[in-house]
């Protein structure tokens, strides 16, 4: 089993009311990503609510393999949704282990 996880820094220059409606929709996009590819074995996406930490957005799932993470990686949908936060995205940092 692989865990992928994704941390995202959001410009601090975008309104926050811009910020907010790019993560939403980002969360909603991705949580729904299971409905169409069922390798994903677990996915979830949360909102930073520490004020002194840099990153904004976590994203956490679970796939059987390294070859899962890279059959989601390249999804069409999956790649929409990263677009969601295209213009609002400062950097980008992931990890992705064995467990």
């Known amino acids: 089993m692989v ?22 929709k980002f969360k909603e996009a ?7 590819m069922d390798f994903i074995r677990k996915v979830e996406v949360g909102f930073n609510c520490n004020d002194s930490e840099v990153y904004d957005i976590a994203l ?3 796939f059987d393999s390294l070859e ?3 059959r989601y990686a390249t999804h069409p949908q999956h790649v929409a949704a990263g677009k969601l936060l295209a213009d609002v995205k400062e950097s980008r940092s992931c990890v992705d282990y064995d467990f």
């Open 3 to 24: 865990k992928h996880i994704v941390l995202f820094k959001l410009k601090k220059e975008i309104a926050e009311s811009h910020r907010l409606e790019a993560m939403n």
């Open 30 to 36: 991705i949580e729904a990503l299971p409905s169409v």
């Open 60 to 62: 956490y799932s679970e």
């Open 68 to 70: 899962d993470v890279k």
